[in-house]
């Protein structure tokens, strides 16, 4: 837990990629390989990052399967919890597209514009402003990887290809609502099953947010 009263506060609220599951088993990548440890360390302790991920979770779908992955229920009251905060960075969308949910990347970019509207009318800065947004559009899922067939149940090629033209419609959005983007498959891919972030891509993936960061924490650096 970062101690600095100064510190710029982000929230990091995702799936499993920001979890840190293996792409190779279960379990958990140490916090020094996780992306979102990686970005704690890159930024230094003038900077406080919180991280929100779970495995499965939806952008604001219920699951059949699982009951507590629908993630705009958690959202909110995530965000009183861990205000004041500089910034929100949200990285959703690769759930939504497993094949008992059928949807289309419209239909999840329009969900994630319900998060930009929580944190307008929820979450608050010291000063009382609104926290930053950053819309972080997922890796593309990889058919081709020798793992994906172990998880055919859930998604196929139609749900790789999609995953390819998520990332458009969420910078659509992130034009529409003026908030921050960018894309993590332009620097991060997925390991053997084709779904969860090979380690080696953590670290690059930290690297492009941290390039997100920095000038809005440096346009807001004399807020406290």
Same mark, same amino acid.
């Given at each position: 837990?970062?101690?600095?009263?100064?510190?710029?506060?982000?929230?990091?609220?995702?799936? $499993?990629?920001?979890?840190?599951?293996?792409?190779?088993?279960?379990?958990?990548?140490?916090? =020094? %390989?996780?992306?979102?440890?990686?970005?704690?360390?890159?930024?230094?302790?003038?900077?406080?990052?919180?991280?929100?991920?779970?495995?499965?979770?939806?952008?604001?779908?219920?699951?059949?399967?699982?009951?507590?992955?629908?993630?705009?229920?958690?959202?909110?009251?995530?965000?009183?919890?861990?205000?004041?905060?500089?910034?929100?960075?949200?990285?959703?969308?690769?759930?939504?597209?497993?094949?008992?949910?059928?949807?289309?990347?419209?239909?999840?970019?329009?969900?994630?514009?319900?998060?930009?509207?929580?944190?307008? +009318?929820?979450?608050?800065?010291?000063?009382?402003? %609104?926290?930053?947004?950053?819309? %972080?559009?997922?890796?593309?899922? =990889?058919?081709?990887?020798?793992?994906?067939?172990?998880?055919?149940?859930?998604?196929?090629?139609?749900?790789?290809?999609?995953?390819?033209?998520?990332?458009?419609?969420?910078?659509?959005?992130?034009?529409?609502?003026? %908030?921050?983007?960018?894309?993590?498959?332009?620097?991060?891919?997925?390991?053997?099953?084709?779904? +969860?972030?090979?380690?080696?891509?953590?670290?690059?993936? $930290?690297?492009?947010?941290?390039?997100?960061?920095?000038?809005?924490? +440096?346009? $807001?650096?004399?807020?406290?």
């Amino acid at each position: 837990m970062i101690v600095n009263p100064a510190a710029f506060t982000i929230l990091c609220f995702g799936d $499993s990629n920001t979890f840190g599951q293996p792409a190779e088993g279960r379990g958990r990548w140490p916090a =020094d %390989v996780r992306w979102t440890g990686r970005l704690q360390q890159r930024l230094g302790t003038g900077y406080a990052i919180i991280e929100e991920g779970l495995g499965g979770r939806t952008t604001d779908l219920d699951d059949p399967d699982r009951d507590d992955r629908n993630g705009r229920k958690y959202f909110q009251p995530c965000l009183r919890s861990h205000s004041p905060l500089d910034m929100v960075i949200i990285m959703l969308g690769n759930n939504d597209l497993k094949t008992k949910f059928g949807r289309e990347t419209d239909e999840i970019a329009t969900a994630l514009e319900g998060y930009i509207d929580n944190i307008e +009318h929820t979450a608050w800065t010291w000063n009382s402003d %609104v926290p930053a947004t950053l819309l %972080v559009s997922p890796i593309h899922l =990889d058919e081709t990887k020798p793992g994906f067939a172990v998880h055919s149940s859930e998604y196929d090629t139609y749900s790789a290809r999609k995953s390819r033209e998520l990332g458009a419609a969420i910078q659509r959005l992130a034009d529409k609502r003026k %908030v921050l983007f960018a894309d993590a498959a332009t620097v991060a891919f997925p390991g053997d099953d084709g779904i +969860h972030l090979s380690r080696d891509s953590h670290d690059p993936l $930290s690297s492009l947010i941290a390039q997100k960061i920095a000038p809005k924490s +440096h346009l $807001s650096s004399g807020s406290r």
